[in-house]
């Protein structure tokens, strides 16, 4: 069992910035895809970004390409979401996940392990 712990929630102002991390301090994230996912009330839970275990391949949902950017550190287990020029309609709670179905990495079922969640709330 993969324990993912996500950090960086809070409340901006619509057009700010925000950096949310995950990081697992019992196993090593390298050899798994990794995605950021979201939850706003209300509705269903929806792909967000993710990316290869070599963070070479990376992929977005399209409302969000060109503002946010996910990263990793293998170095420092660490997955990132900078999130840039936020929206109202971005807040929800952000989870992150852990896959080894490196062809799958924008859907939900491909990933195994879950973090509890982040919530991001962007002010209009």
């Known amino acids: 069992q993969v324990q993912l712990v996500e950090s960086g929630g809070g409340l901006v102002q619509a057009g700010g910035s925000h950096k949310l991390s995950c990081t697992s301090s019992?196993?090593?994230?390298?050899?798994?895809?990794m995605g950021w996912f979201r939850q706003a009330p209300g509705k269903e839970r929806e792909f967000v970004a993710a990316?290869?275990?070599?963070?070479?391949?990376?992929y977005y949902l399209a409302s969000v390409k060109g503002r946010f950017t996910i990263s990793r550190d293998n170095a420092k287990n660490t997955v990132y979401l900078q999130m840039n020029s936020l929206k109202p309609e971005d807040t929800a709670a952000y989870y992150c996940?852990?896959?080894?179905?490196?062809?799958?990495?924008?859907?939900?079922?491909?990933?195994?392990?879950w973090g509890q969640g982040t919530q991001v709330t962007v002010s209009s």
């Open positions: 019992e196993h090593t994230l390298s050899s798994y895809g």
């Open positions: 996940a852990a896959s080894r179905n490196y062809a799958a990495l924008n859907t939900q079922g491909a990933y195994a392990y």
């Open positions: 990316i290869s275990w070599d963070g070479y391949s990376t």
